[in-house]
T-cell receptor, first 115, second 112 residues
Framework: GAVVSQHPSRVICKSGTSVKIECRSL??????MFWYRQFPKKSLMLMAT?????????EQGVEKDKFLINHASLTLSTLTVTSAHPEDSSFYIC???????????FGPGTRLTVL | AQRVTQPEKLLSVFKGAPVELKCNYS??????LFWYVQYSRQRLQLLLR??SRESIKGFTADLNKGETSFHLKKPFAQEEDSAMYYC??????????????FGTGTQLKVEL
């Protein structure tokens, strides 16, 4: 079945640096991927919708210059957290849309810690 | 704006007891409702969606448009049901492959 991977699973970085997180659909093509952020013991908050070959659509309140999304191929979307600060520390989860099944499949998440 | 409310953060039941996880929604369009489950140390996965009208792992959920609810039920809880459950909403025209709004989740703990 449809599998989505994320890399890295865990990353620790210094404040002011940039971090890139990859989301891959392993056995299907995904024209649409989604990026979520999950705070401890809280819900998943949609950050943006990533569309292959076009600009991402960001949710209200999400800084597009801070959270750069690139969806350069049908199996890969990347989220870059630029100039990371401690408040960006969170669990970032991606999902990919499998069109035939009309379903989103989720990655395992990436734990970002900014020191 | 669309909103999904799960009033219970934690629900603890004994094995064999009935389970009901509550979910209410607010949406001006035509909603499609989902339940997702996240077992310990695993990724989020779809449990069921209202349009399929399936029973998965003994769980069922009926969309009640009058009460704007989509409660998840199971007549007899099993230990392996312990997990985090999220209710989610999408627009029925765009379906499950598109933008989802999640509730805050309910942690179900099934005790022996």
């Amino acid at each position: 079945g449809a599998v989505v991977s994320q890399h890295p699973s865990r990353v620790i970085c210094k404040s002011g640096t940039s971090v890139k997180i990859e989301c891959r659909s392993l056995d299907f093509q995904a024209t649409t991927m989604f990026w979520y952020r999950q705070f401890p013991k809280k819900s998943l908050m949609l950050m943006a919708t990533s569309n292959e070959g076009s600009k991402a659509t960001y949710e209200q309140g999400v800084e597009k210059d801070k959270f750069l999304i690139n969806h350069a191929s049908l199996t890969l979307s990347t989220l870059t957290v630029t100039s990371a600060h401690p408040e960006d520390s969170s669990f970032y989860i991606c999902s990919a849309r499998e069109r035939r099944m009309d379903e989103q499949f989720f990655g395992p998440g990436t734990r970002l810690t900014v020191l | 704006a669309q909103r999904v409310t799960q009033p219970e953060k934690l629900l603890s039941v004994f094995k064999g007891a009935p389970v009901e996880l509550k979910c209410n929604y607010s949406y001006s369009g035509s909603p499609e409702l989902f339940w997702y489950v996240q077992y310990s140390r695993q990724r989020l996965q779809l449990l069921l969606r209202h349009i399929s009208r399936e029973s998965i792992k003994g769980f069922t959920a009926d969309l009640n448009k009058g009460e704007t609810s989509f409660h998840l039920k199971k007549p007899f809880a099993q230990e392996e049901d312990s997990a985090m459950y999220y209710c989610a909403l999408s627009d029925i025209l765009t379906g499950g492959g598109n933008k989802l709004t999640f509730g805050t989740g309910t942690q179900l703990k099934v005790e022996l």
